[in-house]
């Protein structure tokens, strides 16, 4: 069984910053495009950045564009969440996701795999 599992999420204070990591349990998955939602409760899950299979091609919301930055490490298939100035808005649990392919997507119904979620709780 695939899995995808996440690390990294915490209690932090509004400024400042939290790296998540998405480690795969197979190689295979070091091609796929990949993606990190967030869901707040009584809110959708959405798209916050995603990357291409090769990292080529990166996507942010409007909301974390200039504060978020996703790469990977196809070596250590390992994608990263790297979120900086991070704001009492931002808090929610994030997922890591994979498509089945490198092309980046961006609605959750393109995602197969999904890992189980971290919590990010940003304090004012």
């Known amino acids: 069984q695939v899995q995808l599992v996440e690390s990294g999420g915490g209690l932090v204070q509004a400024g400042g910053s939290l790296r998540l990591s998405c480690a795969a349990s197979e190689r295979t998955f070091s091609s796929y495009a990949k993606g990190w939602f967030r869901q707040a409760p009584g809110k959708e899950r959405d798209l916050v950045a995603a990357i291409s299979g090769i990292g080529s091609i990166t996507y942010y919301a409007d909301s974390v564009k200039g504060r978020f930055a996703i790469s990977r490490d196809n070596a250590k298939n390992t994608v990263y969440l790297q979120m900086n100035s991070l704001k009492p808005d931002d808090t929610a649990d994030y997922y890591c996701?994979?498509?089945?392919?490198?092309?980046?997507?961006?609605?959750?119904?393109?995602?197969?795999?999904w890992g189980q979620g971290t919590q990010v709780t940003v304090s004012s």
């Open positions: 996701a994979a498509t089945t392919g490198p092309v980046l997507r961006y609605g959750a119904p393109d995602y197969y795999y």
